[in-house]
C-alpha cells in the first residue's frame, strides 16, 4: 500500500462528525500534519451538491501523493442558530479521477 492508500484508510476509519465548516479543521492533528500540512492542492469545490432542510453538502476534490481524493462535507448551513455539529454530517473520503470533458461554444463574427 502506498501512502494515499494508507491516508484513505485512516480517513475512513475515523468516521468523523464535522464540527467545523473547514473539513480540515475535522482531521485530527497528528493526521493532517504527517498526511496533508503542505502537501495538497485544492482542484475542484462544490460537486455533487447535495440540499437539505438546513444545509448543504458537496465534494471538494484534492490532489495529494499524485492522486485525486474526495470529501464529501457541510459546505452552507442555511440557519444562523445552527452549527455543524448538528447535522450530525460524517465526512466522507473516497478516491477520485480526473475526468475531461469536450464542450463547443459559438464563435461570435
Known amino acids: 500500500m502506498d501512502k494515499f492508500d494508507i491516508l484513505l484508510e485512516k480517513l475512513n476509519k475515523?468516521?468523523?462528525?464535522?464540527?467545523?465548516?473547514?473539513?480540515?479543521?475535522?482531521?485530527?492533528?497528528?493526521?493532517?500534519?504527517?498526511?496533508?500540512?503542505?502537501?495538497?492542492?485544492?482542484?475542484?469545490?462544490?460537486?455533487s451538491i447535495d440540499t437539505h432542510r438546513w444545509y448543504e453538502t458537496s465534494i471538494s476534490v484534492i490532489k495529494i501523493y499524485d492522486r485525486f481524493l474526495g470529501i464529501k462535507h457541510i459546505t452552507n448551513l442555511f440557519s444562523e442558530n445552527m452549527e455543524c455539529e448538528d447535522c450530525c454530517v460524517t465526512l466522507k473520503f473516497f478516491e477520485m479521477k480526473e475526468v475531461l470533458v469536450?464542450?463547443?461554444e459559438i464563435l461570435q463574427k
Open 102 to 104: 469536450t464542450s463547443y
Open 14 to 47: 475515523l468516521n468523523p462528525v464535522q464540527k467545523q465548516m473547514d473539513w480540515a479543521e475535522c482531521i485530527p492533528e497528528d493526521i493532517y500534519t504527517e498526511y496533508f500540512e503542505n502537501k495538497y492542492k485544492t482542484v475542484d469545490e462544490d460537486l
